[in-house]
């Protein structure tokens, strides 16, 4: 039977007295592909069996602070080819009080035999709440591998203990078309529950 899929790793980890954490770590990975992989348009990595290590450094910035985080950085073999990312997520700002905004952003830079590629994916969420039982939610991502920009608002209100309402709005725009992303999909959709006692 062919070995498929192994990952082995190392890691050192360390926390500050200020609730900032340090982190490295090492991984060896192997993986059989059976089908080539297609993992960028255009660009496929071959049947056949790999064995690559990569190392990533990240440091991430105590929950105490008005601005946290956690900044990554990898660096090393993937499959036939290198790679180096870098990446900032968990962020969170206090904008004010009832209000955060939480930014994410990956950077991949890929080289390969069958081609070179950079990703970059984009994401950040709000939160603002109105009182302890009414809120409201957004997330917006984009993504330059299928080159899409994807939004989704939530609004929830308790309008009594163990009654709720929920209205969503999504949709997902392709950014290859000229002028304003054109429309793949969208969703509008309204939940309201009531519990009743007995």
């Not at 009414?134 to 608002?153: E, I, P, T």
């Amino acid at each position: 039977m062919a070995l498929v899929s192994r990952a082995r790793g190392a890691r050192f980890l360390t926390e500050f007295q200020n609730s900032d954490m340090f982190q490295a770590e090492v991984n060896n990975s192997y993986e059989l592909l059976v089908r080539p992989f297609t993992v960028s348009p255009g660009v496929a990595i071959p049947v056949g069996g790999y064995g690559f290590t990569d190392s990533t450094f990240s440091y991430s910035f105590g929950q105490q602070r008005r601005a946290s985080g956690s900044l990554a950085y990898q660096v090393g073999q993937f499959y036939d080819g290198h790679i180096n990312s870098l990446t900032y997520s968990t962020g969170r700002v206090a904008v004010l009080k009832q209000w955060s905004v939480e930014p994410s952003l990956t950077l991949n830079h890929v080289t390969l035999p069958a081609g070179d590629f950079d990703t970059t994916i984009l994401r950040a969420r709000t939160d603002y709440g109105f009182n302890p039982r009414m809120f409201m939610s957004g997330l917006v991502q984009y993504s330059s591998a299928d080159r899409l920009f994807s939004s989704n608002y939530r609004f929830r209100w308790e309008y009594q203990p163990g009654s709720e309402l929920f209205v969503v709005y999504t949709d997902e725009r392709d950014t290859t078309v000229s002028g304003y992303p054109g429309l793949k999909n969208r969703a509008f959709v309204v939940k309201i529950n009531r519990l009743f006692q007995f």
